[in-house]
């Protein structure tokens, strides 16, 4: 049975006029009538299904936000720990050209640190690369790469460097020394 059927059944059992019960009840007629109408209860569903909603949406919007920053979180740890394949990911980083000077080697060497410089004054980062054999004339490498994610590594000749130097820069390898350059890791920023 509907609540508005029974407010009308309760108030015709206690004989009262729809104007009698407003009086007891300190509401106008017109409320009693929508009560027995059934109008408050379509209100109240309306407003039930309303909240639900604003429920399900302010959860979903929370869902989003923590699934955003759990992703961007995960984007400044590889960014700032040089994790490669999360580098490769970040949708925010570009490709870029950049120059470094290697070890000069006859034979094939594992994975190196070099210093890879990203611009014209010396800013960069160390990063380890596989390396083929280098000739002492031939030690300079255009690097392209995405954050830590070196794509590709091309040896060239000095006078292709990048960058412009001064006289008395010589473009010289110089391996990595954990006390001296610091630990091996890059900005918290995943944007660049």
């Known amino acids: 049975m509907e609540l508005g059927n029974v407010i009308k059944n309760k108030r015709n059992k206690l004989q009262l006029t729809q104007e009698q019960l407003a009086v007891k009840l300190h509401v106008s007629r017109q409320t009693i009538s929508k009560w ?23 959860i979903t919007l929370s869902i989003i936000g923590v699934m955003t920053l759990s992703f961007l979180g ?5 960014h ?14 570009k490709t870029e050209t950049s120059y470094a000077v290697m070890p000069i080697t006859n034979k094939p060497i594992p994975k190196k640190d070099i210093y890879i410089q990203n611009d014209a ?35 060239i000749d000095k006078k292709y460097w990048g960058y412009p130097r001064s006289k008395y820069e010589t473009l010289t390898y110089f391996p990595y020394d954990a006390r001296g350059n610091g630990p091996r890791t890059s900005s918290w920023n995943p944007f660049h």
Do not use: C
């Open 121 to 155: 004054f010396g800013n960069g980062f160390w990063q380890k690369v596989y390396a083929g054999i280098i000739e002492k004339d031939n030690h300079w490498a255009m690097v392209s790469h995405k954050g830590s994610y070196v794509f590709s590594l091309k040896l």
């Open 74 to 78: 995960l984007l400044s740890y590889g």
């Open 80 to 93: 700032h720990y040089q994790k490669e394949y999360i580098d490769l990911i970040n949708p925010f980083l």
């Open 36 to 58: 027995e109408n059934n109008n408050v209860v379509e209100k109240i569903s309306q407003d039930v299904t309303g909240k639900k909603k604003y429920k399900r949406f302010a």
